[in-house]
């Protein structure tokens, strides 16, 4: 029943917001499950759904850079093994460009927080997790959707 509720068009997509944005945060949260069962219980839903949760997620990409732009003398703790060395050559680099795959499993949500260690620039970081987000959800959403059309 709560999740019923919680499906309705004026719940729903806030709480698809909530969980796309704290997915999107260093904690293990899928937000695509709840993107996939609010559209199947809402098609109509399709473009506001994808939209919201691209925000969501995008916001919390932002606030994940925050955190690394603030935690940057803990990380100098680790600065000195040669993953790290290469990995952070390879992002600066590519600049802001490396936020596109913020979308990622397991890598996009620190790839976000150490755009911002690294003191990208914010507002192009953002532009490319929002494009590199709303790609994921576009494409996994509308694979889910041919997979499990409605009956």
Not at 80 to 89: K, P, V
């Amino acid at each position: 029943a709560a999740m019923a509720a919680l499906a309705l068009p004026q719940f729903g997509l806030s709480t698809l917001f909530v969980v796309a944005f704290v997915s999107a945060t260093l904690l293990p949260l899928g937000s695509e499950p709840a993107l996939f069962g609010l559209l199947k219980l809402n098609p109509e839903l399709f473009w506001p759904a994808v939209l919201v949760a691209t925000a969501g997620n995008t916001l919390g990409g932002a606030l994940t850079w925050w955190m690394g732009y603030g935690a940057h003398k803990v990380a100098d703790k680790y600065s000195h093994s040669s993953h790290h060395l290469r990995a952070i050559a390879w992002l600066e680099r590519l600049g802001p460009k490396a936020c596109l795959l913020s979308w990622l499993p397991l890598v996009g949500d620190p790839l976000c927080a150490v755009a911002g260690w690294l003191r990208l620039s914010f507002w192009p970081c953002v532009l490319f997790m929002a494009i590199g987000k709303f790609g994921r959800y576009l494409c996994m959403t509308v694979a889910l959707l041919y997979v499990w059309p409605n009956h």
